[in-house]
């Protein structure tokens, strides 16, 4: 049986997409809505007034995290909003640092988000990124603890692997909701399988940077098929990743349109052909030379870069870095 987008493509059916679609996807019995607003980068008034123009929209699914320093900012424009709290699902999550990845650590971590937000409760408390010498045993007892004491009703990781997956599998008594990762048309190589394991293990997948950080907008592909549906090639992206099985999307944005827009994808299918198309797409070609993970210039870096000293690796990073916002 076919597990996913990927692995079943090329078969002229598709046992895990979504037909008949509500706004919501399930998985442990749990419903969360299909399209949440990401916050990444967003800070002060900029995020104060984006998160408010998404609940005015009809966004009931938002994601911050420690890292983003704006928890507290959609905590208060929450609580001043006409929507309930019980309508809202609100996802944290705690930085992967490695001091932080122990059992009373990451209590008072979670604390402190719970402080910030002033919900009470979240709906969903995530490991943000793992470090090899983590405490993945008390990393989740206190999260099994959070749930217990009602604090958190859900819990999850981000940019897990499979072997770090199966690992916390073992080790937690709550079952883990989500996988937050990078996920997008472009990323069907480097995250195929582990998208197949969540869905075949009943763990949605949160994909973040859904639209490849904007690149998708510029693909004539998807231009094209968007125009058959009037429709945008975000839209497209968007509605590829919701319409396969236990797939939900983060897109952010400050823009009024954009973040209309981004919601608005529930009101058209994509073919069997069209949702092979877009799997097939591979990015532009300087994106998967010089930025895309498991692309050459990554992987050259990963290699050489724990073996240079410190002050040369820095320096290579930051150059690096500037050379990329042109590429991008």
């Not at 609940?55 to 929450?78: C, K, M, P, Q």
Request: charged content about 25%; some cysteine.
């Amino acid at each position: 049986m076919c597990k996913s987008v990927i692995s079943c493509y090329l078969l002229p059916q598709w046992d895990h997409l979504v037909t008949d679609m509500d706004e919501f996807a399930g998985a442990n019995g749990v419903s969360v809505p299909r399209i949440g607003f990401g916050t990444y980068q967003m800070e002060g008034a900029e995020c104060a007034q984006a998160v408010r123009t998404a609940l005015e929209n009809g966004y009931r699914h938002f994601d911050t995290a420690v890292a983003y320093d704006n928890e507290s900012v959609i905590g208060d424009v929450i609580a001043e909003s006409h929507v309930d709290r019980e309508d809202v699902f609100l996802t944290t999550k705690v930085k992967g640092y490695q001091e932080m990845l122990t059992y009373d650590r990451f209590l008072a971590e979670a604390e402190g988000c719970l402080d910030r937000l002033g919900t009470g409760y979240v709906d969903l408390l995530l490991v943000h990124w793992w470090q090899r010498d983590g405490d993945m045993e008390g990393v989740f007892r206190a999260l099994d603890e959070l749930v217990a004491d009602g604090k958190v009703r859900h819990i999850g990781v981000s940019n897990f692997s499979i072997e770090l997956l199966e690992r916390a599998r073992d080790v937690a008594e709550t079952p883990i909701l989500t996988n937050q990762i990078e996920y997008h048309p472009y990323f069907t190589d480097v995250h195929g399988d582990l998208v197949a394991y969540c869905q075949e293990h009943d763990i949605l997948v949160t994909a973040y940077s859904p639209l490849a950080e904007g690149r998708v907008v510029r693909d004539e592909t998807f231009t094209a098929i968007g125009d058959r549906y009037g429709k945008t090639a975000a839209q497209v992206s968007l509605r590829w990743l919701i319409q396969q099985d236990g797939v939900i999307a983060i897109p952010k944005s400050s823009t009024d349109r954009y973040i209309r827009e981004n919601l608005d994808v529930f009101d058209f299918e994509l073919s069997d052909e069209e949702m092979r198309t877009i799997t097939d797409a591979r990015g532009p070609f300087r994106y998967q030379l010089l930025v895309k993970q498991g692309g050459p210039l990554h992987t050259m870096r990963g290699v050489v870069g724990p073996r240079m000293p410190e002050p040369m690796r820095k320096a290579v990073l930051s150059i690096g870095s500037a050379v990329l916002k042109f590429v991008r």
